[in-house]
C-alpha cells in the first residue's frame, strides 16, 4: 500500500504543518505575498528560477492573511486594492 501524500502549508501562526490536501494559493516567503497557483507574475518568476525555494503554500486567504502575507497585485488585483486601502 501506497504512502498517502504529504504537502507543507503555511498555518496563520506562519509556522509549517503537513497537511493530505494541497494548498490552494502560493506565496514567497520572503516578499510576504500569497497568490493563485496560477498566477501570471509567479509563473514567470518560477521559470527564471530561485524563486522556488522560498515558495510556500496556503490553505486559503484568510490563513495567509493572518500569517503576514498581502495580496499579489497581478492576480488578486481586488483583494490587493483592498489590503492597500487599509495600510
Do not use: N
Not at 530561485?50 to 515558495?55: D, I, K, L
Not at 488585483?77 to 492597500?84: G, I, L, N, Q
Amino acid at each position: 500500500m501506497a504512502a498517502a501524500r504529504a504537502y507543507t502549508l503555511i498555518a496563520a501562526d506562519g509556522r509549517p504543518y503537513r497537511s493530505p490536501v494541497p494548498g490552494t494559493l502560493g506565496g514567497h516567503r520572503q516578499q510576504r505575498l500569497y497568490g493563485r497557483l496560477d498566477c501570471p507574475s509567479a509563473l514567470r518568476a518560477i521559470a527564471r528560477g530561485g524563486y522556488v525555494r522560498h515558495r510556500v503554500f496556503f490553505a486559503d486567504e484568510a490563513t495567509a492573511a493572518a500569517a503576514g502575507y498581502r495580496p499579489c497585485a497581478v492576480c488578486l488585483p481586488e483583494e490587493y486594492a483592498r489590503w492597500k486601502a487599509i495600510t
